[in-house]
């Protein structure tokens, strides 16, 4: 079956109005945050990010299928010594426009540089929202399976009495965990904290996604053949992993260099995926890769 790469130059508010009901299987995108990055391609006040953001959340409720997620990259600045709180409203808003926010993943920046400020610590993280427009969604927990790790051959070996029952959640929550059901297993379900060092060597975007960030939930929520939105694409990360990955994918971005930059990149990658230039030749006919 043919992969198809579309790449849309335009702001997303506008370009999203081109897709399709109900066509896409994953979002993932991290917009600009408020107020940064002025000079590349304009930052939005903390005050307006709200008003701005919700006609294109609203256009992704749109083209986003029933059982897809929405996977929204985001943090708050600091404004005069307090955290800004946009974030917290633009959550809020979402739910009032039909969303449901059904996750949310830390993205831990492995590699972040040493600070020092008189009242916080060096910012380590940001957030990964999730958004679905169902409680029911396609999810393949099965593909981000761990390693078990050393950790389980000394605790799973001396295990409790209560460790060897179902041991239901004290608060109600539903969760409930029988540590014994993962004796001698060598995988287990990670958790909802990602450990990734942030892109050092993408040079052509000052924000890039580490290629892991998108291909752990590309991996998570979609299949071979499924589609993948980014509409901030920036240099493209979420495109090229997606298209690795055999998925069809999506691309929107307001600066006609990084979508420029984006389509020369794509082909390279296709190339260095098969072994010879032959086996390249016979499958690049099945590939499209579009700029509108
Ligand atoms: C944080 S960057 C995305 C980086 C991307 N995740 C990557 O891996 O390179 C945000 C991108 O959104 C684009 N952008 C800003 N406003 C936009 C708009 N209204 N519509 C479409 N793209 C926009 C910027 O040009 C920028 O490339």
């Known amino acids: 079956m043919e992969i198809t790469t579309d790449i849309y130059l335009g702001d997303s508010k506008e370009q999203l109005k081109l897709l399709p ?9 991290s917009p600009p945050y408020a107020d940064q990055r002025k000079n590349t391609y304009g930052g939005i006040h903390h ?27 985001i943090k708050e600045k600091v404004v005069e010594g307090e955290r800004s709180i946009y ?15 059904t ?45 078990m790790g050393e950790w389980a051959n000394s605790r799973l070996k001396n295990l409790s009495e209560t460790d060897k029952t179902r ?9 409930g965990k029988n540590i014994s059901n993962w004796l001698y297993r060598d995988k287990a379900y990670p958790t909802n904290v990602l450990h990734l060092a942030t892109e050092c060597n993408n040079k052509n975007h000052s924000a890039a996604f580490p290629e892991e960030l998108p291909e752990w939930f590309i991996k998570l929520f979609t299949k071979e053949n499924d589609m993948v939105l980014d509409p901030f694409m920036g240099s493209g990360t979420t495109l090229i992993v997606a298209n690795r990955m055999r998925r069809n ?4 971005d307001i600066v006609p260099e990084y979508c420029e930059m984006v389509k020369k990149q794509l082909r390279p ?15 690049k006919l099945k590939r499209r890769i579009t700029v509108r």
């Open 21 to 29: 009901n109900n066509s896409v299987d994953l979002i993932v995108t």
């Open 47 to 73: 005050d307006k990010y709200v008003d701005w953001f919700l006609p294109i959340s609203e256009q992704l409720l749109r083209v986003l299928k029933p059982t897809g997620t929405f996977v929204l990259n």
């Open 87 to 101: 974030v917290i409203e633009l959550i809020l808003e979402m739910r009032k426009q039909g969303w449901l926010w």
């Open 103 to 147: 996750e949310e993943f830390i993205w831990h920046k492995k590699n972040c540089y040493p600070g020092k400020w008189p009242n916080r610590f060096r910012d380590a993280w940001e957030r990964l929202l999730q958004f679905n427009k169902n409680r029911k969604f396609n999810m393949y927990q099965e593909e981000v399976m761990v390693p």
């Open 167 to 175: 041991d239901n959640s004290k608060v109600g929550s539903g969760f």
């Open 249 to 252: 994918s999506i691309g929107i």
């Open 269 to 283: 990658v296709e190339l260095y995926l098969f072994e010879s230039k032959a086996v390249y030749e016979a499958v």
